[in-house]
């Protein structure tokens, strides 16, 4: 799993904690937050299954097409995230995004990019409800085949 633009480590340090059998990648693009992020990272004793990467989603070549899940939150509009994000994931691997109430007009408005980067499966799920309110606004698509 990749989060991209982790920051404070919002989703992916999250993640790794409440799910001890996932393997983390970091990638934040600013080195104060980088820094902040290793630092987390190993007091919170999760180095051996979580790493940080400096550098943006689409520079960060090395690790293109090797994630199942990459996750982003409050990071672009839909339409520039997806050429950040969609490079990291393998064939069938799904995007999650975390937006707001404007989800469905962002999908809208990235129909081109959602085609040219062969997603399937978008769509927009409300999650957390009854628990929090309001409830967090989920954006999940499939690179390639439909699952």
């Known amino acids: 799993m990749a989060d991209v633009g982790s920051g404070a480590g919002l989703p992916g340090v999250v ?66 995230l997806l050429g950040w994000t969609i490079p990291l994931l393998r064939e069938g691997g799904r995007l999650v995004t975390l937006k707001g109430q404007s989800a469905a007009e962002e999908i809208e408005s990235a129909s081109a990019e959602i085609t040219h980067f062969r997603l399937t499966d978008v769509r927009v799920v409300q999650v957390g409800s009854p628990w929090v309110e309001p409830a967090t606004t989920v954006v999940t698509a499939h690179l390639g085949a439909a699952q």
């Open 15 to 80: 993640w790794a904690l409440a799910r001890p059998d996932l393997r983390v990648t970091l990638i934040e693009p600013l080195l104060r937050r980088a820094n902040f992020l290793t630092q987390a990272v190993e007091n919170l004793g999760i180095a051996d299954r979580v790493s940080v990467l400096r550098g943006r989603g689409e520079e960060v070549k090395a690790v293109w097409g090797t994630f199942d899940v990459v996750t982003a939150r409050a990071v672009a509009p839909l339409g520039k």
